[in-house]
């Protein structure tokens, strides 16, 4: 069933959210519970399926017998309470329909209480983060959760708009100690990279976890989240030069996309660090040791975006 709800979680609308029920598609719905011992669980009537009013049914959830008749009133606030309800005839014990029911957590003031993921500290301890490496309209978007539930499903996708089309790939788990980190590529069709942008990208991920329903957004302009990958560089020990080239996926031509660097020089001896900046692709560095460590970063010269990460060490 949980591949079946995570086929179905592209027809969910957003305008839905503003409502305590939400319908997925037929049959499928997410309860909003308010989390706190008070508030009383939330009366949902199910009808079976079923013209034959003469039919006798009952429903069934799991292998727990939950009532007869064609209607049923269901009680739903605790993860135990959610999942399939489904009602069969009582001579054959044939399925006539189904209702399955989600539960996202909210607060006392409404808002959906978010769990399962996990926030990357930078920026601005973010649930769903999106960098882009050069102005392909190419990004990476990342979440995170901790490794305790296998059974967890995503569904990543653009927010409709006037913005364009937007793909994006199966999101690929790459794991590391507790934590879990999932990677989609999604891409903005016929993007220009010379154009000046004026409608933010959304994007929107969608998150169940057996029968919990979670969801996020990131909004973006391409040229917020550019992060370039790091320069190649290399030490000439004759002068104390560095130099250093253009990461290979950066948009080109490079005189329309300049970037702008930082030379980092890690001394062995003083445990000192000194920072050059240079628009060029070179740097002298007086009196540098055999043993200190050199590296080179990079970062759009006109937009205050990301500076890549260090490159591999100089020499």
């Known amino acids: 069933m949980s591949h079946l709800l995570f086929a179905l979680l592209s027809l969910f609308s957003f305008a839905a959210l503003l409502e305590a029920q939400w319908k997925l598609r037929d049959n499928v719905y997410v309860i909003e519970s308010e989390w706190n011992d008070e508030t009383p669980a939330k009366r949902v009537e199910l009808t079976c399926n079923t013209s034959d009013e003469a039919l006798p049914v009952y429903w069934k959830k799991g292998t727990e017998l939950k009532g007869t008749g064609k209607t049923l009133i269901a009680e739903v606030k605790e993860f135990p309470d959610a999942g399939n309800y489904t009602c069969l005839t009582a001579n054959t014990h044939e399925i006539i329909s189904y209702d399955f029911f989600l539960i996202t957590k909210i607060d006392s003031n409404g808002q959906m209480i978010r769990s399962i993921l996990k926030s990357f500290k930078e920026p601005n301890r973010t649930f769903l983060k999106c960098e882009a490496k050069n102005y392909s309209g190419i990004f990476i978007c990342s979440w995170m959760t901790e490794n305790e539930s296998p059974n967890v499903k995503f569904a990543i996708r653009s927010l409709k708009g006037s913005q364009g089309d937007i793909t994006c790939s199966s999101p690929v788990a790459h794991t590391d100690k507790s934590v879990t ?52 560089c290399q030490y000439v020990a004759t002068n104390g030069t560095v130099t250093w080239t253009y990461p290979r996926t950066w948009s080109t031509p490079k005189s329309y996309f300049p970037l702008t660097f930082r030379v980092q020089v890690e001394s062995a001896k003083k445990h000192k660090r000194q920072i050059y900046d240079a628009d060029e692709q070179s740097v002298q560095i007086p009196r540098s040791g055999p043993k200190d460590k050199i590296s080179v970063q990079a970062r759009d010269r006109y937009y205050n975006s990301s500076w890549s990460e260090w490159s591999s060490l100089c020499r």
């Open 181 to 232: 980190e999932y990677t989609a590529q999604c891409q903005k069709e016929n993007y220009c990279p010379f154009a000046e942008e004026h409608q933010p990208i959304e994007m929107f991920l969608e998150v169940i976890d057996e029968v919990e329903y979670e969801n996020y957004t990131s909004s973006f302009f391409i040229r917020d989240i550019i992060k370039p990958d790091p320069p190649q």
